[in-house]
């Protein structure tokens, strides 16, 4: 298949999908590309957080030996 939009590079496959369930839906402006590509980066985004989180769990210890929030549960 012939694609107008090409997925922009370094997507993971999720978001890569996302995109191409869009742009082969709708024509899109110049501008709408640029969300829509924010929006699949975001994606990537919160999955490696998530990832993160998953495996080190919500807690760090904070630079006083205390109990914190992992970082990546703020963001």
Request: proline share 10%; with cysteine.
């Given at each position: 298949m012939s694609q107008k939009?090409?997925?922009?590079?370094?997507?993971?496959?999720?978001a890569n999908k996302r995109w191409?369930?869009?742009?082969?839906?709708?024509?899109?402006?110049?501008?709408?590309?640029?969300?829509?590509?924010?929006?699949?980066?975001?994606?990537?985004l919160v999955d490696a957080l998530e990832?993160?989180?998953?495996s080190e769990g919500l807690t760090a210890t904070g630079s006083m030996g205390q109990v914190v929030?992992?970082?990546a549960v703020q963001e």
């Open positions: 939009y090409p997925a922009p590079a370094g997507l993971s496959n999720r191409n369930d869009v742009v082969t839906r709708w024509d899109l402006r110049p501008d709408e590309l640029r969300v829509l590509e924010d929006a699949c980066r975001e994606m990537d990832e993160l989180v998953g929030i992992h970082p």
